[in-house]
């Protein structure tokens, strides 16, 4: 199976709720990423968090890291319609030179 | 600002013909990606480079080729298209800091049908 996988595959939430995503991951890891996409479109770098990080916040995104569990969260807080988009979490596994994609979150924000 | 242009948005091609797409970066990043995405199946990369006249196979290189004769410049080639090569394709480019894989950023994508 995936190196990343994200969970779930589709959330649905009213505007000003929080939205949390999951990602797990198997192997050691140097960082962990999440990028954005919007339909149709290119993807967007969010955040990195290295692997001896185990928070990291930027505007209204939190990312956590648990490298004993092997897994990784995003939550966005206090949603906007304009939060509507695919979000994927991407690993730079150790000695691997390359990120490798999980197959991602859809997200829903309804005004 | 940051940018990585693609060739094109949209692109229709028949079977058997010879594909050429093209990425230019002006950030002066060593490393540079081609990914395909397919609904369910996500991002998976096809061939990479970390340097000029440099190639490394990604997870799924058959049916395509690249070249790098260039540092901004990184072309994805599909020598005979087939139907099953219809997929939006992403072009990225990246720092290493300190040997890491760095943020990656993202063109607009081409959307490109075989017909």
């Known amino acids: 199976s995936q190196q990343g996988e994200e969970d779930p595959q589709a959330l649905s939430i009213q505007e000003g709720e929080n939205a949390t995503m999951n990602c797990s991951y198997k192997?050691?890891?140097?960082?962990l990423q999440w990028y954005r996409q919007n339909s149709g479109r290119g993807l967007v770098h969010l955040i990195l968090i290295r692997s001896n990080e185990r928070e990291k916040h930027s505007g209204r995104l939190r990312v956590t890291l648990d490298t004993s569990k092997k897994s990784s969260s995003l939550l966005i807080t206090a949603s906007r319609a304009a939060d509507t988009a695919s979000y994927f979490c991407?690993?730079?596994?150790?000695?691997?030179?390359?990120?490798?994609f999980g197959q991602g979150t859809e997200l829903s924000v309804k005004p | 600002d940051v940018k990585v242009t693609q060739s094109s948005r949209y692109l229709v091609k028949r079977t058997g013909e010879k594909v050429f797409l093209e990425c230019v970066q002006d950030m002066d990043h060593e490393n540079m990606f081609w990914y395909r995405q397919d609904p369910g199946l996500g991002l998976r990369l096809i061939y990479f480079s970390y340097d000029v006249k440099m190639k490394e196979k990604g997870d799924i290189p058959e049916g395509y080729s690249v070249s790098r004769e260039k540092k901004e410049r990184f072309s994805l080639i599909l020598e005979s298209a087939s139907t099953n090569q219809t997929s939006m394709y992403l072009c990225?480019?990246?720092?290493?800091?300190?040997?890491?894989?760095?943020?990656?950023?993202f063109g607009p994508g081409t959307r490109l049908l075989v017909l």
């Open positions: 991407a690993t730079d596994v150790y000695q691997g030179g390359k990120l490798i």
């Open positions: 990225a480019s990246s720092l290493s800091p300190g040997g890491f894989v760095g943020t990656q950023y």
């Open positions: 192997t050691s890891i140097n960082n």
